[in-house]
């Protein structure tokens, strides 16, 4: 390593979704305990994150259908985006810690 920080897409990915969960864990709990909790922030994230895309997807698709109300359709999109967030932010943790461990293998030699 040269001393600079360079981030990769997935590092990038990663670090936003690190700090949307930090902070998220910070508004909720107010006592930041210090440790290795990079991969809990980051799961929270993306469950936050997608969440978030969830419910509006699911708010847009309800007024389209016109059989569910635009709330239950808010409400269960928010829930399977919270869902399917959990795994993206799990997937993005360990494709960023995966590509990590390799460049640090390869620059040791």
């Known amino acids: ?18 700090w949307i969960g930090k902070g ?20 929270v994230g ?12 699911g708010f847009a698709l309800s007024d389209l259908s016109r059989d569910i109300a635009t709330i239950d359709g808010a409400i269960l999109g928010g829930m399977l985006g919270a869902c399917a967030g959990i795994f993206f932010g799990t997937l993005v943790e360990a494709v960023d810690d995966t590509i990590n461990n390799l460049l640090r293998s390869l620059s040791s030699k």
């Open 24 to 43: 998220a864990s910070w508004f909720l709990i107010k006592k930041p305990r210090r440790g290795k909790e990079n991969a809990a922030y980051a799961i």
């Open 46 to 57: 993306g469950a936050l994150v997608c969440a978030v895309f969830g419910g509006i997807t």
């Open 1 to 18: 390593m040269t001393g600079k920080l360079t981030l990769g897409f997935w590092g990038l990915v990663d670090l936003s979704l690190r």
